[in-house]
Structures are given as structure tokens and as C-alpha cells.
């Protein structure tokens, strides 16, 4: 029986990605920050497949205990690895540069690059024993950065790179990697954003520039929200990959991906940017 690591994996895409792994006959140590929510996991997997742990990427200490729980694990197959680490976590901090405060920007980075290096690195060493795969779930926003969304289309463009980067320098050990590029998904990350646009500030002497911005944030995030794909499309799309014969580098969910990828490539700079502050309404 397979053995997977999950994180981020109280909501969304995390938790799609572990219902359906477990459906397909995973093991999946499912990353969880809260208790409740990995209760919440197997009540709604019904299955002794999904097994939550408490991790928080940007914990060391956590860190190490979800690479204990993996060595538990694996130590119950014959492989005794991990045949697949899908790097889920993140979280999004958006608004004009001009106004993100630097923890809010430490935070970004933090969580959706430093905090999925430190489990890369921990894991290594059970995925080389398994010759296993790394999925690592980016973001449209990490091909193609829209305004008001620096620090999260940043972090996204970081872990592309990073990407890139392991899947040559882990051929020579067998461990494969791909890039999970979804564009909008339904999932509760866009009514945080929308509450964090309601709360957004604009000081008097800047409201010249940015006064229309919270209004415009919100009509862009309801829409954005409505349209997206559900998660469960996204974790089709991992499950698929996990269980390809040989997985592609990147892997684009949703037209709107497709779209605003397509639109990057063929499009002048200049005229590209004015094609994003018509879709943001600035």
C-alpha cells in the first residue's frame, strides 16, 4: 500500500487530495494545524487510510515529528519509504506592495517556500527509498503575477522555481517532481482574502492611488471565487499525476489557467498590463 504525506490538508485542496488518495488505496498522513480539523479528515474519509498529523510548515519541531510519523509508516511496507509528498500548504497576502507590512511578507514566504524547503529536505531521505514523487502545488499566479497579488504571486514564482530546479538535481536518485498549476479553485481561501480586503486600509494621503482598490479586490474575489473549479478537480489532477507512469513537469487545472497563461505568452508587456488592470477594473 502506497505511502503519501499531505500538507495542508485541513481544507480545500489538501483535503480533496487526501479523500481521493485514500479512495485510490493510499496510506495518507494528512498535515493538519488543528486538531479538529483532523478529526473532521476522517470523519468525513470514513477510512483507516487517512491518518492526520499536526504540522505547521514554518514548524521545526513539527517538522521532524511528521518525518517521524512517516518512518512509523513506512516502516509497516516493505519499501519502508514514502512514495509521495504532495506540498499543499500556503496562504495569500495580497494588496497594493506599497502597503504589505514586512511580517506580512516574512509570513508569505515563511509559509509557501521556506516552510515547503524544510519539508522537502526532511523527507528526502524516505522518498529516495521509494524512488517517490514530489508534487509541489503552485499557482497560475506563480506563471503569471497579477497586481495587488505581489507577495503571494512571489512566493508562487519562488516555489516554480524550486521546482525546476530539484526535478534535475533529483533525477540521478529516482525521485521525480512536478508543478501543480491551478487557476481560481472554490475553496475558503477566497473568503479569507475577501475579509482581508474589507479590512484593508488606505491612508488619506495615498487614497489617490489606491482609494478604488478594497472595492475593486472584492468584486475580482467574488467572482474569482465563484468561478473556480472545485478542489476535487485539483486532486483528480494530483491523483493522476501520482499515478502516471511517468509525470509531467507541470500540470495547469482550470480554463482560467489555461487562459491567462495563454494571454502572458502571446501578449506585449505593455499591452498585457492593460489587459489585467481591465480584468481587475483599476
Not at 502572458?264 to 483599476?282: M, T, W
Amino acid at each position: 500500500m502506497p505511502l503519501a504525506l499531505i500538507t495542508g490538508a485541513s481544507t480545500g485542496i489538501g483535503r480533496a487530495s487526501a479523500l481521493r488518495l485514500a479512495a485510490d488505496g493510499w496510506t495518507v498522513l494528512a498535515g493538519v494545524r488543528a486538531s479538529e480539523a483532523g478529526e473532521e479528515l476522517i470523519r468525513r474519509a470514513a477510512s483507516p487510510r487517512v491518518i492526520p498529523v499536526t504540522l505547521d510548515v514554518t514548524d521545526a519541531a513539527q517538522v521532524a515529528g511528521a518525518a517521524g510519523a512517516v518512518a512509523r509508516s513506512a516502516g509497516a511496507s516493505s519499501a519502508g519509504g514514502l512514495d509521495a509528498l504532495v506540498n499543499n500548504a500556503g496562504i495569500g497576502v495580497g494588496g497594493p506592495l506599497e502597503l504589505v507590512t514586512q511580517h506580512d511578507l516574512q509570513r508569505q514566504f515563511e509559509v509557501n517556500v521556506f516552510g515547503q524547503v524544510s519539508v522537502i529536505q526532511a523527507m528526502l531521505p524516505a522518498l529516495r527509498r521509494s524512488r517517490g514523487r514530489i508534487i509541489l502545488v503552485s499557482s497560475i499566479g506563480g506563471r503569471v503575477a497579477m497586481a495587488y497579488t505581489a507577495p503571494y504571486a512571489a512566493s508562487k514564482h519562488a516555489l516554480e522555481a524550486i521546482g525546476d530546479c530539484l526535478r534535475v538535481e533529483l533525477a540521478d536518485s529516482g525521485v521525480t517532481v512536478a508543478i501543480i498549476e491551478p487557476g481560481a479553485v472554490a475553496t475558503p481561501i477566497w473568503a479569507k482574502n475577501r475579509a482581508d480586503a474589507e479590512r484593508l486600509v488606505i491612508p488619506a494621503e495615498l487614497s489617490g492611488d489606491y482609494g478604488h482598490v478594497p472595492a475593486a479586490l472584492e468584486r475580482v474575489l467574488e467572482r474569482t471565487g465563484r468561478r473556480g473549479v472545485p478542489p476535487e478537480q485539483v486532486a483528480d489532477t494530483i491523483a493522476g499525476a501520482l499515478a502516471a507512469p511517468r509525470m509531467r513537469a507541470r500540470y495547469l487545472v482550470g480554463r482560467d489557467a489555461r487562459a491567462m497563461l495563454l494571454a502572458r505568452r502571446i501578449l506585449p508587456d505593455h499591452l498585457f498590463d492593460r489587459f489585467a488592470r481591465r480584468a481587475l477594473g483599476v
